[in-house]
Nanobody, 127 residues
Framework: QVELVESGGGLVQPGGSLRLSCAAS??????????MGWFRQTPGSEREFLAG????????SVADSVKGRFTISGDAAENTVDLQMNNLLPEDTAVYYC??????????????????WGQGTQVTVSS
């Protein structure tokens, strides 16, 4: 079993920054063996892929919609994956989720490809 816990959400003004962190744990989890992704969801919408990183950390994918503003990074020693979000816009308001899939060589882009999910953290961008 794998447990994911997100943190770092909150209220931020437009143009501001937030750093979300996802802490992974579980007997079967190892950073090298799991691809990690960040998604977001607003009411009535599908979960949107934002960024992902492969198990070894050698492959990163970032959605075009946030490229240049969002950056994903992993810390194998801490079993954490962070999402740095800069120049936030009101339309970035959503619940942000961390996800994991056992994989070592590629970055899944679809929510259906991930096996484990965190509980989500709310990000609100408003003045």
């Amino acid at each position: 079993q794998v447990e994911l816990v997100e943190s770092g959400g909150g209220l931020v003004q437009p143009g501001g920054s937030l750093r979300l962190s996802c802490a992974a744990s579980g007997r079967s989890f190892s950073t090298f063996s799991f691809a990690m992704g960040w998604f977001r969801q607003t009411p009535g919408s599908e979960r949107e892929f934002l960024a992902g990183i492969s198990g070894p950390g050698d492959k990163i994918s970032v959605a075009d919609s946030v490229k240049g503003r969002f950056t994903i990074s992993g810390d194998a020693a801490e079993n954490t994956v962070d999402l740095q979000m800069n120049n936030l816009l009101p339309e970035d308001t959503a619940v942000y989720y961390c996800a994991a899939r056992k994989s070592t060589t590629w970055v899944p882009l679809s929510s259906e490809m991930y096996n484990y999910w965190g509980q989500g953290t709310q990000v609100t961008v408003s003045s």
